[in-house]
């Protein structure tokens, strides 16, 4: 089975494109697929944070995970700071990437624009997840476009570090993600649905109640028409309310468009769908959430299992690229 590898990083909150995008994926291939999932909170230390939160965030992420359906009898499933290999290779590998490799990074221009302090890390961290993909011989990384130069760069790391010091990294490749994966926000429909979205009023959160989500799908934006058609470009908002409904039924947006003559039946059906697919993560991460010493129990187990694997890995560079054993 081909070995796919997919990160958390803790910040915002999670909401139902990262569901639709990435958990649910997870869910229904982890039986058919070597499948990794880790929550990357090193990741999380690239910009400004606050200690406490991103540890309560590492818990929160890894019990909704459970919660949603991860099978850690099934996958590997940890958290990346408590499988320290993952550094242990980040330096071999910055050892093998050139400076302006990393500094073109378009997540690095976009991000460090907007900070006084520039954090090392976030030119690095880039590297970093290189050796997330590449510690476990990942196959297949399923990202968005927003991501897919990172896996470029793990690509061509491999290759440079393969053809100087010998084979050792399986190359890994980009896959795409659901298209439904891309959720817009409901109060800005020309945006996508973030975690770290200033407003929480256009986000479908995970662990919003049920009623808290059903209000905000039938606030959301439409458009000045009443005609209820399957048109991104033209009327963003309907078309974002037809690709959620979509995304939580299984079917597809401009057929369902045509079961409706009004906003208003629109924007119930979909409330509905939305709170039928995610109250029942939001109940069991209530459960898990109440005994947090199971999650923690799930958590070593996985980095166990992760230490096994990414030690040999990490032996197996140190002596490539010239390291004498200890």
């Known amino acids: 089975m081909p070995r796919r ?43 400004d944070h606050v200690p406490a939160e ?9 019990t909704v995970l459970l919660a949603a359906g991860a099978d850690p009898q099934v996958c590997l499933f940890l958290v990346q700071s408590h499988v320290p290999e993952h550094t242990e290779l980040h330096y071999l590998l910055e050892c093998a990437t050139g400076y302006g490799e990393a500094h073109r990074m378009i997540q690095f221009k976009e ?24 510690l476990y011989d990942t196959d297949e990384v399923p990202v968005g476009e927003d991501q897919r130069q990172h896996v470029e760069l793990a690509r061509d790391v491999a290759q440079r570090f393969n053809a100087n010091y010998g084979p050792t990294f399986t190359v890994p490749r980009a896959v795409n993600p659901p298209i439904a994966a891309r959720i817009m ?16 009023a256009g986000t479908l959160r995970l662990l919003d109640e049920p009623q808290v989500l059903r209000r905000k799908v039938m606030r959301a934006v439409t458009d000045g028409d009443n005609e209820v058609a399957f048109d991104p470009a033209r009327k963003p908002g309907v078309s974002n309310l037809l690709s ?34 995610l109250t029942p993560i939001r109940a069991r991460y209530l459960e898990l959430a109440a005994d947090l010493q199971h999650v923690r129990t799930v958590l070593r187990a996985g980095a166990d299992r992760a230490h096994e694997l990414a030690g040999k890995k990490v032996e197996q560079a140190k002596a490539a690229i010239g390291l004498l054993p200890s």
């Open 5 to 47: 590898l997919t990160g958390f990083t803790p910040s915002g909150d999670l909401h139902l494109g990262n569901y639709i995008g990435a958990i649910a994926p997870i869910i229904s291939q982890q039986a058919t697929t070597d499948t990794v999932v880790f929550i990357s909170d090193l990741h999380a230390l690239t910009l």
């Open 54 to 62: 991103v540890r309560r965030r590492t818990l929160e992420f890894a």
């Open 111 to 134: 991000k460090a624009d907007r900070q006084q302090h520039v954090r090392m890390s976030l030119l690095t961290y880039p590297i970093l997840m290189a050796a997330d993909i590449l």
């Open 185 to 200: 926000d409901l109060t800005s429909p020309t945006d996508k649905m973030s975690k770290s979205a200033a407003s929480a």
């Open 244 to 277: 959620i409904l979509a995304a939580c039924t299984g079917g597809e947006p401009a057929r369902l468009a045509g079961r409706f003559d009004r906003y208003g039946e629109l924007k119930s059906a979909t409330a509905d769908a939305v709170v039928a697919t």
